[in-house]
């Protein structure tokens, strides 16, 4: 009985440990921050942009938010990866000028991939939105790669 005790006990750590590593090594899920709302215009001119840029395989949805750039990224912080972006505030950075607004920016991989380029899964985090208009709101990317 000690035998089977022992060796049904060695299963589950050995499952808990592999069920850690792939949490570890393929990243976090992707979660909709909560109360963000799909933004269908900002997600067709990212679409249309895509298309326009040859990236048939991207493909970008727009979802937005009132609450704080930081709120947000604390909630990405803690179920994907940060990409550090040259010329991106990132989460503690100071944001880059654009006209007259003051934008933050940071990214995160969902997949476990080593950057944006090799990522099939990832969110950029920006505030404020830019598109045909400038927005106070936070945006969220997310921009899946299709093969």
């Known amino acids: 009985m000690a ?9 589950i750590v050995g499952m808990a440990f592999l069920v850690l590593w792939a949490a570890v090594v393929f990243g976090g899920e992707w979660k909709l921050y909560p109360g963000a709302k799909l933004d269908e215009p900002a997600t067709q001119e990212s679409r249309d942009a895509a298309a326009a840029a040859k990236m048939a395989h991207v493909r970008p949805t727009v979802y937005t938010t009132p609450d704080s750039f930081a709120q ?46 090799g ?20 945006a969220i990317v997310l921009t899946e790669k299709k093969p």
């Open 3 to 11: 035998k089977i005790k022992k060796s049904t006990s060695r299963s």
């Open 72 to 117: 947000v990224c604390s909630f990405y912080q803690n179920i994907a990866t940060e990409f550090p972006q040259p010329h991106a505030s990132g989460t503690t950075g100071k944001p880059k000028k654009y006209e007259t607004y003051d934008l933050y920016e940071a990214y995160f991989i969902f997949d476990g991939a080593k950057d944006l380029a």
């Open 119 to 138: 990522s099939k899964l990832w969110v950029k985090v920006q505030r404020p939105l830019i598109g045909e208009d400038v927005r106070d709101v936070t």
